[in-house]
């Protein structure tokens, strides 16, 4: 059965420092989702990306977040300056058309800043 | 804006019993009801959703939830728990607004099932 996959699983780094969470959405999947989940806390839901272009964006995804697809089968989430409270798990996930179609998660990247 | 609430931090259930996990919503517009469990360090997994049709609708691992419009409300249940059943739930909302909406995730309900 296709799986929404991420990389890396783990992920530290430093305040300040740029970092690329990677996920591989389904294959035939044409939207794609960012979530993030600080620990303890409930999954927030970042951004969502369809035909090359943010289709909606919370607000927690200021100027430090941006997405890509940079080829075909990848789709990242960059935080260009990361901060103490960017540490949480970030979820991937993605869909095929249509609003009834369900989102699909991937185990996610955990991502510590020290 | 849309919001989803389980009122429930945990819920303790014997093996054997029924179960059930409660969640509430708000939405303007249809609501698009889904329910995901995570298991520790893992992501998360749809279990069933709700679009339209049947209030009741029926999903993985023998779990079942039902859709009630006046209450708003999408409870989760299983007529019969199960050990491995003990796990982090999810309850989510979205709207009819596009093809692309987020969702909108409670801050879960620990289910435990004891022996």
């Known amino acids: 059965e296709p799986e929404v996959t991420q990389t890396p699983s783990h992920q530290v780094t430093q305040m300040g420092q740029e970092v690329i969470l990677r996920c591989v959405p389904i294959?035939?999947?044409?939207?794609f989702y960012w979530y993030r989940q600080i620990l303890g806390q409930k999954v927030e839901f970042l951004v969502s990306?369809?035909?090359?272009?943010?289709?909606?964006k919370s607000e927690i995804f200021d100027d430090q977040f941006s997405v890509e697809r940079p080829d075909g089968s990848n789709f990242t989430l960059k935080i260009r300056s990361t901060k103490l409270e960017d540490s949480a798990m970030y979820f991937c996930?993605?869909?095929?058309?249509?609003?009834?179609?369900?989102?699909?998660f991937g185990p996610g990247t955990r991502l510590l800043v020290l | 804006a849309q919001s989803v609430a389980q009122p429930e931090d945990q819920v303790n259930v014997a093996e054997g019993n029924p179960l059930t996990v409660k969640c509430t919503y708000s939405?303007?517009?249809?609501?698009?009801l889904f329910w995901y469990v995570q298991y520790p360090n893992r992501g998360l997994q749809f279990l069933l959703k709700?679009?339209?049709?049947?209030?009741l609708v029926k999903g993985s691992y023998g779990f079942e939830a039902e859709f009630n419009k006046s209450q708003t409300s999408f409870h989760l249940k299983k007529p019969s728990a199960l050990v491995s059943d003990s796990a982090l739930y999810f309850c989510?909302?979205?709207?009819?607004?596009?093809?692309?909406?987020?969702?909108?995730f409670g801050k879960g309900t620990h289910l435990i099932i004891q022996p």
């Open positions: 996930a993605s869909k095929t058309t249509g609003v009834v179609e369900t989102q699909y």
């Open positions: 294959s035939n999947h044409l939207y």
């Open positions: 990306f369809y035909n090359n272009e943010i289709s909606e």
């Open positions: 939405v303007s517009g249809n609501p698009y």
């Open positions: 709700y679009i339209t049709g049947d209030n």
């Open positions: 989510a909302v979205t709207n009819v607004g596009g093809g692309a909406d987020g969702l909108t």
